[in-house]
């Protein structure tokens, strides 16, 4: 499925803007120019040499404060897709094998989840918690999981009534033999899909965070955090809120871009999307009447 993935264009662009949003949160402090938390009196300073970005209104380099808070933006993200990964797709799967009293209870849990506005119950619990980003990402990554929880369920009644499974059960065969034998395989694309798409969720759920202020420990270094402190100098500075919005849109339409990439190349057409000329489903020669030209 990666190779497949990698074959189309979109996904290629996909991975390698992800891939540098990445390499941001990683290298991101060590690649600032500047202490992004030191102040000067260098106020709402255009860019130039010395600030590539300017500086912010209190004469912090605007640079040097994206590279550092880069890491908040993508740590955040991903605890919220993993978390939603890891609390959706494990009962999603066993709903269909546990008997009736777990999935109904698990059904109506995720109906519940659903009905929760996630934004709002993650400023309550930093409220109650203490204004931490993981907490808040924990829970918002648990009422997102009903998406891998429907998604789970869907793929793997799809496989349950299949006659090879129904073998497998009559044999004798585990359910952990089972799902890592024949059901993993088929849920696995769809999750893929949908972790690509909570991936960037994920960063409009932290900027949304950030952007209010909320999960993080101020003077700390946020793409949310700049684009709100930018508001406030419009007349100053108007292009001063371009940088971290552009960041923030590439991210998430990366994410989307690599969720629809992945379910060209494992939906039921996929060998009509994926390119000619890799592998096996390259385009067989045309025959023509009266014989082979």
Do not use: C
Not at 106 to 130: M, S
Not at 236 to 254: D, E, F, G, K, S
């Amino acid at each position: 499925m990666i190779r497949r993935t990698l074959a189309l264009t979109t996904g290629r662009i996909a991975v390698a803007i992800l891939a540098v949003v990445a390499l941001l949160a990683l290298l991101g402090p060590l690649l600032a120019p500047q202490n992004p938390l030191a102040t000067s009196g260098d106020t709402l300073a255009a860019a130039s040499g010395e600030h590539w970005l300017g500086t912010d209104y209190l004469g912090r380099d605007v640079l040097s404060r994206l590279l550092d808070g880069s890491r908040v933006s993508v740590v955040g993200s991903l605890e919220v897709a993993l978390t939603a990964l890891v609390v959706g797709s494990i009962p999603g799967i066993l709903s269909v094998y546990l008997g009736r009293v777990f999935e109904w209870l698990t059904l109506r849990l995720a109906d519940t989840l659903v009905a929760l506005p996630f934004l709002l119950f993650a400023v309550a619990v930093i409220a109650l918690l203490g204004n931490g980003i993981t907490q808040a990402m924990l829970v918002t990554g648990a009422l997102v999981s009903p998406l891998f929880y429907r998604v789970s369920r869907a793929a793997t009644l799809a496989v349950a009534r299949s006659p090879y499974v129904e073998a497998a059960l009559i044999s004798g065969a585990s359910l952990g033999w089972i799902v890592r034998r024949h059901v993993w395989a088929k849920v696995l694309p769809p999750l893929a899909v949908a972790l690509a798409q909570t991936i960037g969720t994920g960063f409009v759920i932290v900027s949304s965070l950030t952007f209010l202020g909320i999960g993080v420990q101020p003077p700390e270094a946020t793409w949310g955090g700049l684009l709100a402190s930018d508001l406030g100098y419009l007349g100053q500075q108007p292009w001063a809120p371009l940088p971290p919005a552009l960041l923030i849109m590439a991210t998430v339409w990366a994410a989307n871009l690599l969720a629809d990439a992945v379910r060209d190349v494992s939906g039921p057409t996929a060998s009509d999307r994926t390119p000619a000329g890799t592998g096996r489903n390259r385009p067989a020669e045309p025959v023509h009447a009266g014989g082979t030209t």
